[in-house]
């Protein structure tokens, strides 16, 4: 090894450990990138905690961070895996002002280097499904350039209407995939989060498979219940992990759901469980 690349990996691995402090990082498979939300880590963590446990347990990222934080996250070698973005867009009187909000999130995630950002949609309030998926792909074709131009992808979050957000439009995989096909754009893909489909749809692994081109992050959480990931609950998170590793997944895994006992046990638990 070069003097210089020597000096500089021995500066980036002393500042890494500071970082992580006396507690040794858990060694990981990580053939699948995990990130999580705040509220994996319980009440009253700092962004601090979550960062340096985090990176202990072996998450590569956070979602959800404000702009704020991010320079803890680059301190402690994480990524914002998931960034705001705007919501509403199925609804054509939302666009004049979800337009330049999104396109402004993109370019502070763009200058920032992360990755995503997300894309939310309204309830329907008697607007038709084809009336909104339609104002939708309007919407996304005139961002879609700025998108692409700064190599940030624009994820698309499907819901589940029938337990946590009555009347959700974006309620099926179908619904967001048409979309996508329609807008046509590396830059536009689907949050599928596996929670709330499970609870519409089930048949989660196969509705992966036929869809992983149009798929840009997950989202993890127990049904029923929104909690841990592990065997108190329906799903196997498992087979759900293995599928996505297989399909030689590059983006990130999040988990997104409230402990119900030590968050830290809990998260080291979740991640161990997609970590095949």
């Not at 500042?15 to 939300?37: F, I, N, Y």
């Not at 990222?61 to 404000?66: E, S």
């Not at 002002?97 to 200058?111: G, T």
């Not at 309007?138 to 819901?159: H, P, Q, S, Y």
Request: neutral net charge; charged residues 25%.
């Amino acid at each position: 090894m070069h003097r210089r690349s020597f000096i500089s990996s021995s500066i980036a691995l002393a500042g890494l450990s500071a970082g992580l402090g006396a507690q040794q990082a858990v060694p990981r498979k990580g053939r699948l990138k995990q990130s999580a939300t705040r509220g994996c880590f319980g009440k009253g963590a700092t962004i601090e905690t979550m960062c340096r446990e985090g990176a202990r347990l072996g998450l590569k990222g956070l979602d959800f961070v404000g702009p704020a934080d991010w320079p803890l996250l680059k301190k402690y070698g994480l990524v914002a895996a998931m960034c705001s973005g705007t919501t509403g867009i199925n609804h054509k009187e939302n666009h004049a002002k979800a337009e330049p909000q999104l396109v402004e999130n993109i370019l502070r995630a763009a200058e920032a280097g992360w990755p995503n950002v997300i894309v939310t949609f309204a309830q329907r309030k008697g607007l038709s499904d084809e009336e909104g998926l339609e104002n939708s792909v309007v919407f996304l074709k005139r961002v879609k350039n700025v998108a692409e131009d700064k190599g940030v992808t624009i994820c698309l979050e499907v819901f589940n209407s029938k337990v946590d957000h009555p009347d959700a439009q974006a309620d099926s995989t179908r619904w967001v995939v048409e979309i996508c096909k329609r807008v046509e754009s590396p830059r536009v893909k689907i949050l599928y989060d596996i929670y709330h489909m499970q609870i519409m749809e089930g048949d989660i692994i196969r509705t992966i498979r036929n869809n992983i081109q149009y798929i840009g992050h997950f989202h993890t959480a127990g049904n029923p219940g929104r909690h841990e990931i592990d065997d108190t609950q329906e799903l196997n998170y498992g087979a759900i992990a293995r599928a996505i590793a297989d399909l030689n997944f590059t983006g990130f895994i999040g988990h997104e759901y409230t402990p119900l006992r030590d968050p830290l046990k809990s998260l080291d638990q979740a991640i161990t469980i997609c970590d095949v």
